[in-house]
């Protein structure tokens, strides 16, 4: 039985979020958003869609995290061929860095960390090679 995982990240405005995914990290909406006619305008729900990941945008009405973060939090790790040069188009894309691109001492993996419009942290990294 093959698994997969699609992590639900909390956003205070879902069309917010959507936007800046779509535009800053190249994520798609192929469904839209979801907007029940009793609940807010900018949505309740939405997938979005990156190569072979999704992620789950879901509305939250209080705040998500305190603004003292450690650098070194995250929520979503995501696993790449190459983050150099995913890490060049999120910075030309105008993503906002938590922290720029490092090797891992301890772990293997070269990675960055990006923050969103509600502070989701998403770290993106893949194996350091030895070439």
């Not at 923050?115 to 030895?130: A, K, M, V, Y």
Request: net charge negative; aromatic share 10%.
């Amino acid at each position: 039985m093959a698994w997969s995982v699609a992590p639900v990240l909390g956003s205070k405005n879902v069309a917010n979020s959507v936007e800046y995914y779509c535009e800053r990290l190249g994520f798609q909406n192929p469904n839209g958003i979801f907007r029940p006619e009793d609940h807010e305008n900018s949505g309740v729900y939405a997938i979005i869609t990156r190569d072979n990941i999704d992620l789950h945008i879901q509305i939250r009405r209080r705040e998500l995290y305190p603004d003292d973060r450690e650098r070194i939090e995250s929520d979503v790790y995501i696993y790449v061929d190459d983050v150099d040069p995913l890490f060049k188009e999120f910075n030309e894309r105008g993503a906002t860095m938590v922290r720029h691109i490092t090797d891992g001492p301890n772990y293997e993996l070269r990675d960055f960390v990006i923050e969103d419009l509600d502070q989701n942290r998403l770290i993106f990294g893949s194996p350091i090679t030895n070439e």
